[in-house]
């Protein structure tokens, strides 16, 4: 072999080692901060006021989670504005994987569209980690209600338009954009009678002023169970395992479902490597046989899907409740 091709074979395997190196190099420290994190506690910020299902549930999946990574998660409640503040505080911080708040309906999907404007993008803003699960509402009506089913009170409604009422826990509510697209796949004529939450409605509706409420399982069960208030059916996409004879909204009226939903999300440009540790933590948490069982008692329904199947999940969202907000004109501000 000449010297010139010698010269020339001896820089080949240098440039593909330089090479290989530079790409290492490039990988290696994101590889290594992803075994390496987390070093210091995280925050989990709850956009809710303590002792709420949203907050409960935090709080278990805070223990488990630190567990996991050896490393202390704690929460911090930040309420407001319908979830808004706590939300944005988490959009501004830095994408380090130390700062991740418990993303829902109000905050990010459809909540948002019943705004004139936003403080931050729910999409661009965040990076979607996983969804945790949903909790669908039940349609509740009192003990003595002539209405024995669900069946029964939409044929009431048809006979009887603007004169029955439902009430929700508040405009924007879950429950309230379900009782929209019930009226609207129903052809029913409703009126709607928005609370600042759920404990003056319940009372009213015990106390005969109401017809019928969509509130959510967590709080409506000890009153079915007590005899109270009389269960007439589910609004999510299926029966709930805690009234498998109810049937679901949407076996009386097709198309008819809607429920709660949280998540784990994170400020944007949060490294991919970080990203997937946190979703496939959390996924294994949210898949334990008995923290299944402790969620489905606390009345969600556990959906833990991962990044683009969470964003997907989150558009969906977006779509399903747009027209139904654009129709009704709705709007909480």
């Given at each position: 072999?000449?010297?010139?091709?010698?010269?020339?074979s001896?820089?080949?395997?240098?440039?593909?080692?330089?090479?290989?190196?530079?790409?290492?190099?490039?990988?290696?420290?994101?590889a290594?901060?992803?075994?390496?994190?987390?070093?210091r506690?995280i925050?989990?910020?709850v956009?809710?006021?303590?002792?709420?299902?949203?907050?409960?549930i935090?709080?278990?999946?805070?223990?488990?989670?630190?567990?996991a990574?050896?490393?202390?998660?704690?929460?911090?409640n930040r309420?407001?504005?319908?979830s808004?503040?706590?939300?944005?505080?988490?959009?501004?911080a830095?994408?380090d994987?130390?700062?991740?708040?418990?993303?829902?309906?109000?905050?990010?999907?459809?909540?948002?569209?019943?705004?004139?404007?936003?403080?931050?993008?729910?999409?661009?803003?965040?990076?979607?980690?996983?969804?945790?699960?949903?909790f669908?509402?039940?349609?509740?009506?009192?003990?003595?209600?002539?209405?024995?089913?669900?069946?029964?009170?939409?044929?009431?409604?048809k006979?009887?338009?603007?004169a029955?009422?439902?009430?929700?826990?508040?405009?924007?509510?879950?429950?309230f954009?379900?009782?929209?697209?019930?009226?609207q796949?129903?052809?029913?004529?409703?009126?709607?009678?928005?609370?600042?939450g759920?404990?003056?409605?319940?009372?009213?509706?015990?106390?005969?002023?109401?017809?019928?409420?969509?509130e959510s399982?967590?709080?409506?069960?000890g009153?079915?169970?007590?005899?109270?208030?009389?269960?007439?059916?589910?609004?999510?996409?299926?029966?709930?395992?805690?009234?498998?004879?109810?049937?679901?909204?949407?076996?009386?009226?097709?198309?008819?479902?809607g429920?709660?939903w949280?998540g784990?999300?994170?400020?944007?440009?949060?490294?991919?490597?970080?990203?997937?540790?946190?979703?496939?933590?959390?996924?294994s948490?949210?898949?334990?046989?008995d923290?299944?069982?402790?969620?489905?008692?606390?009345?969600?329904?556990?959906?833990p899907?991962?990044g683009?199947?969470?964003?997907?999940?989150?558009?969906?969202?977006?779509?399903?409740?747009?027209?139904?907000?654009?129709?009704?004109?709705?709007?909480?501000?």
């Amino acid at each position: 072999m000449s010297n010139k091709s010698t010269r020339r074979s001896v820089c080949q395997v240098l440039a593909q080692t330089l090479g290989l190196a530079a790409a290492s190099a490039v990988s290696f420290p994101a590889a290594l901060w992803a075994q390496a994190f987390p070093e210091r506690p995280i925050k989990l910020v709850v956009p809710f006021p303590p002792g709420g299902s949203t907050d409960v549930i935090a709080r278990l999946l805070s223990q488990r989670l630190s567990d996991a990574l050896k490393s202390t998660v704690v929460v911090e409640n930040r309420p407001g504005v319908g979830s808004l503040l706590g939300t944005h505080s988490v959009a501004k911080a830095a994408p380090d994987g130390y700062t991740l708040v418990v993303a829902a309906n109000p905050a990010i999907a459809p909540g948002p569209l019943m705004r004139n404007s936003m403080p931050y993008d729910p999409l661009k803003d965040f990076t979607h980690i996983v969804l945790l699960g949903t909790f669908p509402n039940g349609f509740v009506v009192r003990h003595d209600h002539p209405a024995r089913t669900m069946a029964e009170f939409v044929a009431m409604a048809k006979a009887r338009p603007g004169a029955m009422n439902y009430a929700s826990a508040g405009l924007g509510s879950s429950g309230f954009l379900t009782g929209e697209l019930l009226k609207q796949a129903a052809g029913i004529d409703m009126v709607h009678v928005p609370y600042k939450g759920s404990g003056p409605a319940i009372t009213d509706l015990m106390g005969g002023q109401l017809d019928g409420m969509f509130e959510s399982l967590v709080t409506a069960t000890g009153y079915v169970r007590s005899g109270k208030l009389r269960l007439l059916s589910i609004s999510g996409e299926k029966r709930s395992t805690s009234f498998p004879e109810v049937p679901a909204l949407n076996e009386v009226v097709p198309g008819v479902s809607g429920s709660a939903w949280f998540g784990i999300s994170a400020p944007a440009r949060l490294p991919a490597e970080i990203a997937r540790r946190l979703q496939i933590e959390i996924q294994s948490i949210i898949n334990a046989p008995d923290m299944q069982t402790r969620l489905s008692d606390l009345g969600m329904t556990p959906l833990p899907l991962g990044g683009a199947d969470y964003l997907a999940f989150i558009q969906a969202e977006s779509r399903k409740w747009g027209p139904i907000i654009n129709a009704g004109r709705i709007s909480v501000e």
